[in-house]
């Protein structure tokens, strides 16, 4: 069946340097990847999606890579913040439905 | 904030009793979602509605029921709460589908 899994559950880095967080997908078929920081006692909040026909696409302060070959997703943060302290999720769908991931910890340390 | 409320935001309800959740929504958006998030599971989905009256069933719909008389409400019920219904229960819009879903609170849901 379908599913979206992540490598690392923690990811901790230091304020100021870059955090990448990574994803794999199951769905050749999904058209859409989407990530989500989710902070604690709050609901997900969309940050940046990318659709299947693109490899990278760039936001503020935020990347997303797409390779297709190995599908595989990955979620860059640049000079991390304290805020960025979340839980990251990343999800694949087409049309009305997303199937999410397990989602990744990240703390930033000072 | 999309403009999404959620009611209540924390329930304790009794095995076998019926409860209703509420999503409102001031967006006008066409796509509401209802989600279940447990630890270790991440996000899944319960029911789905593209439009009023229009509903479909999401991954983990055992055991649940939604209605949708209206655009801006869509409804949750679990018919007989059961002890594995604990769990925070989010709903989600989107005006364009899969596409930026917007979440809301969530609903705090224990079944003792």
């Known amino acids: 069946g379908e599913s979206v899994g992540l490598h690392l559950p923690t990811l901790s880095v230091q304020e100021g340097d870059n955090s990448i967080i990574n994803c794999a997908y199951s769905?050749?078929?999904?058209?859409?990847f989407i990530w989500y920081k989710q902070e604690s006692g709050k609901g997900p909040q969309f940050i940046i999606d990318?659709?299947?026909?693109?490899d990278k696409r760039q936001g503020q302060r935020v990347t997303v890579l797409l390779n297709k070959t190995v599908k595989h997703l990955s979620l860059q943060i640049a000079a991390t913040q304290p805020g960025d302290s979340a839980v990251y999720f990343c999800?694949?769908?087409?049309?009305?439905?997303?199937?999410f991931g397990t989602g990744t910890r990240l703390q930033v340390f000072p | 904030d999309a403009g999404i409320t959620q009611s209540p935001r924390h329930k304790v309800t009794e095995t076998g009793t019926p409860v209703t959740l509420r999503c409102h929504q001031t967006?006008?958006?066409?796509?509401m979602y209802w989600y279940r998030q447990d630890p270790g599971h991440g996000l899944r989905l319960i029911h789905y509605?593209?439009?009023?009256?229009?509903?479909d069933k999401g991954e983990v719909s055992d055991g649940y029921s939604v209605s949708r008389s209206k655009t801006e409400d869509f409804l949750l019920t679990l018919e007989s709460a059961t002890s594995s219904q604990t769990s925070v229960y989010f709903c989600?819009?989107?005006?364009?589908?899969?596409?930026?879903?917007?979440f809301g609170p969530g609903t705090r849901l224990t079944v003792t």
């Open positions: 989600a819009i989107s005006g364009t589908g899969v596409h930026e879903q917007y």
């Open positions: 999800a694949e769908g087409n049309t009305d439905k997303l199937i």
């Open positions: 990318i659709r299947s026909n693109m």
């Open positions: 769905n050749s078929a999904s058209d859409y």
């Open positions: 509605s593209y439009g009023v009256k229009d509903t």
């Open positions: 967006e006008n958006h066409r796509y």
